[in-house]
Nanobody, 120 residues
Framework: QVQLVESGGGLVQAGGSLRLSCAASGSIFSRKAMAWFRQVPGKQRELVAR???????RYADSVKGRFTISRDNVKNTVYLQMNTLAPEDTAVYYC??????????????WGQGTQVTVSS
């Protein structure tokens, strides 16, 4: 079974940085697009960043220039480097494995999420 395990969340001051990691097991990682979503209570889960099997990236407008998604196919790990964090970035961040490079919704697998809290 595919498992995705996030780590790296925590509490950070506004303007600071965090790096999230997502370790994948039991999947053909190098063939799959990976993504980071986030969710705030009372709001729908939103796509933050996506990276294809060829390492092409895509970002939500709200995080462009601040967040960077990357992957290490040897370690089967996807990362989200988050810089210049603001309180509006506070959310539970979820790692997801997508069905293909062309699919932007309906991930095949989800991680359990990691909390990111940005204080003002």
């Amino acid at each position: 079974q595919v498992q995705l395990v996030e780590s790296g969340g925590g509490l950070v001051q506004a303007g600071g940085s965090l790096r999230l990691s997502c370790a994948a097991s039991g999947s053909i990682f190098s063939r799959k697009a990976m993504a980071w979503f986030r969710q705030v209570p009372g709001k729908q889960r939103e796509l933050v960043a996506r990276i294809t099997s060829s390492s092409s990236t895509r970002y939500a407008d709200s995080v462009k220039g601040r967040f960077t998604i990357s992957r290490d196919n040897v370690k089967n790990t996807v990362y989200l480097q988050m810089n210049t964090l603001a309180p509006e970035d506070t959310a539970v961040y979820y790692c997801a494995q997508m069905p293909s490079d062309w699919v932007l919704v309906s991930p095949d697998y989800w991680g359990q999420g990691t909390q990111v809290t940005v204080s003002s």
